[in-house]
Structure formats: structure tokens, C-alpha cells
């Protein structure tokens, strides 16, 4: 595709629900990363992927936020229990080298009921 | 104190006028990025620089690395230019970003 894809566009989900995300990266983006954005502020990471290697979780923020992207390239972040505060914008961005220019999905946006 | 630290946080102008929104980071980075942000809408990369000065049509973007500041800077602002600012540092191998909360810039007609 053209860039990255996010799916879907809107949750809204009610209390202890569990929930995907989807990111459809650039084709042949190594790199993914997840940020997460509340409302009113800046977007915070989440994770990042290098290829299927998940090599920094460390900014999820809960043992209910669970990441994969076994093929390399689709990633799907999962949050298990839905709590109110996870309600934000879920950013997908991919990049073809760590260190170079991110290019951001639409983002999805979480509404925790 | 924030990583990275924008101001103002809301800006209005008029059509025509020279915006500035700057931004100061206290962490070593690899690069500076300046985002847009529509309502609604997703993120797009304006610049990503990591010394001296790029400019994109009416768009210029400064970086002092000694004094770890940036600016941008609108020439000629249009109503279109409505949305949201951010600057966002990179650092480290992985290159994950660190953001500010964002500008929130309004030029009216």
C-alpha cells in the first residue's frame, strides 16, 4: 500500500473487554513502532519491532498490552481487560531503518466505556 | 520537567502572519522531528533534521543542537494551516520517539 494502514479507525469497547489493534506497515519497513496518545497530549512509545523481534517493550504500560508481528510485517497490539484510562489514540509508524523518518498510520481511537 | 518541552502550547494568528513554535529538549538525540496533526486525522513527518535549517515551501525548520532548541516557522499562514504541531526527538538505537504535547495553531481567515 501506499503507507501504513491502521485498523480499525474506532473502538469503543466496554470494561474488560478485550481488544486488537491492527498496523499494516509500508511494505518493507523494518522497523514498527506503537505509540499511544491521550487525549490532549503528545504520543508516548510503546513498543518497537525490528522485523518479528519485539526488541523494546517497555513503555507498555501494563501486562494487559501485548504485542506481536510474527511475519514481520502486519503487527496487532492487544489489550486484555479494558480499563477506562487505556481510552487514546493507538499510533502505528513504520520506518525502513531505526533511525530514519517514521511514517504514521491514521491511528485508532479507543473509547473505553 | 518534560523531556521535551514545546511553546506556546496554543497559538492563534491571522491569515498572512509569520508563525514561530519552538522547542527545547534536554536529552542527547540523533534527530529532530516536526509533526503535523489534523483533528481527527493522523500524523504527518514535515521535517526530520538533525543540524542547521531545511525549508519546504512555506515551512522552515531551525535546529541549535549547543543549545538544544528548534523552531519552526510558518511564512505566510493560511486557515489550511490549522492543526496541531509537534516536535518529537529521536535518540538512541532503537530510534523511538520522544514527543511534546503539541502546539495547537488556529490562523483565521
Known amino acids: 500500500g501506499a503507507g501504513v494502514s491502521q485498523s480499525p479507525r474506532y473502538k469503543v469497547a466496554k470494561r474488560g473487554q478485550d481488544v486488537a489493534l491492527r498496523c499494516d506497515p509500508i511494505?518493507?519497513?523494518?522497523?514498527l513502532f506503537w505509540y499511544q496518545q491521550a487525549l490532549g497530549q503528545g504520543p508516548e512509545f510503546l513498543t518497537y519491532?525490528?522485523?518479528?523481534?519485539?526488541?523494546?517493550k517497555s513503555g507498555l504500560p501494563s501486562d494487559r498490552f501485548f504485542a506481536e508481528r510474527p511475519e514481520g510485517s502486519v503487527s496487532t497490539l492487544k489489550i486484555q481487560r479494558t480499563q477506562q484510562e487505556d481510552s487514546a489514540v493507538y499510533l502505528c509508524?513504520?520506518?525502513?531503518?531505526?533511525?530514519?523518518?517514521?511514517?504514521f498510520g491514521p491511528g485508532t481511537r479507543l473509547t473505553v466505556t | 520537567k518534560n523531556e521535551v518541552e514545546q511553546s506556546p502550547q496554543n497559538l492563534t494568528a491571522q491569515e498572512g502572519e509569520f508563525i514561530t513554535i519552538n522547542c527545547s529538549y534536554s536529552?542527547?538525540?540523533?534527530?529532530l522531528h516536526w509533526l503535523q496533526q489534523h483533528p481527527g486525522g493522523g500524523i504527518v513527518s514535515l521535517f526530520m533534521?538533525?543540524?542547521g535549517k531545511k525549508k519546504h515551501g512555506r515551512l522552515i525548520a531551525t535546529i541549535n543542537i549547543q543549545e538544544k532548541h528548534s523552531s519552526l516557522h510558518i511564512t505566510a499562514s493560511h486557515p489550511r494551516d490549522s492543526a496541531v504541531y509537534i516536535c518529537?526527538?529521536?535518540?538512541?538505537?532503537?530510534?523511538?520517539?520522544?514527543f511534546g504535547k503539541g502546539t495547537k495553531l488556529s490562523v483565521k481567515p
Open positions: 536529552v542527547g538525540i540523533s534527530a
Open positions: 519491532f525490528q522485523n518479528e523481534a519485539q526488541l523494546d
Open positions: 533534521l538533525s543540524s
Open positions: 518529537a526527538v529521536g535518540g538512541g538505537s532503537q530510534g523511538n520517539l520522544i
Open positions: 511494505s518493507g519497513h523494518v522497523s
Open positions: 509508524a513504520s520506518s525502513s531503518n531505526q533511525v530514519y523518518e517514521q511514517y
